[in-house]
C-alpha cells in the first residue's frame, strides 16, 4: 500500500510542474498586449482581456469606462482607425504579484502625453487596467 502511495505522488509531479509552466506569467500577457496595441492588432489585443474586463480611464472613477471584452474592441478598434499612427512607448515597468504597471509614452494622436497603466491579470488574461494621466 505504502509503495502505491509513492508510486501516485511520483507519477503525479510532473504534471503539476507542467501546469505550473504552461501558466503565462502577468509580465507576458501585458506585453502582448502592447505588442497588439501597437500593431493595431485589434483582434489579439482584445483576446488578451477577459470576457468581463473593466478599464477604468481615471484611476479614481467609481464606474469602469469600458466594460466587457466587446466594448473594449470597439472603443479601441475605432482609436486604431481614427489614429492610424498611435503608438505607446514603453517607458518604464514594474512587476507586483498579478499587477503590472507601465509607464508609457503616447504618440501619433492630435496631442502627446505619457500615462501610468496598471493591470491586473488573472488566469493569463487582463481583468481590470486603470490609466493615470
Known amino acids: 500500500m505504502f509503495q502505491k502511495i509513492i508510486l501516485v505522488v511520483l507519477f503525479a509531479?510532473?504534471?503539476?510542474?507542467?501546469?505550473?509552466?504552461?501558466?503565462?506569467?502577468?509580465l507576458a500577457v501585458v506585453q502582448a498586449?502592447?505588442?497588439?496595441?501597437?500593431?493595431?492588432d485589434i483582434e489579439g489585443f482584445s483576446t488578451l482581456f477577459a470576457e468581463n474586463a473593466e478599464i477604468f480611464m481615471n484611476i479614481g472613477d467609481a464606474?469602469?469606462?469600458?466594460?466587457?471584452?466587446?466594448?473594449i474592441k470597439e472603443r479601441y478598434g475605432k482609436m486604431f482607425e481614427e489614429n492610424p499612427?498611435?503608438?505607446?512607448?514603453?517607458?518604464?515597468?514594474?512587476?507586483?504579484?498579478?499587477?503590472?504597471?507601465?509607464h508609457?509614452?503616447?504618440?501619433?494622436?492630435d496631442n502627446e502625453f505619457k500615462i501610468m497603466a496598471i493591470y491586473?491579470?488573472?488566469?493569463?488574461?487582463?481583468?481590470?487596467?486603470?490609466?493615470?494621466?
Request: proline share 4%; hydrophobic share 40%.
Open 13 to 26: 509531479l510532473p504534471f503539476s510542474w507542467v501546469s505550473m509552466a504552461q501558466e503565462v506569467s502577468p
Open 63 to 71: 464606474e469602469p469606462s469600458m466594460k466587457g471584452r466587446a466594448q
Open 120 to 133: 491586473e491579470v488573472q488566469n493569463g488574461l487582463i481583468v481590470r487596467a486603470w490609466f493615470v494621466r
Open 33 to 40: 498586449q502592447l505588442d497588439t496595441y501597437n500593431n493595431h
Open 85 to 102: 499612427q498611435n503608438k505607446s512607448t514603453l517607458m518604464g515597468r514594474m512587476v507586483q504579484g498579478n499587477f503590472v504597471f507601465d
Open 104 to 109: 508609457e509614452w503616447i504618440t501619433g494622436r
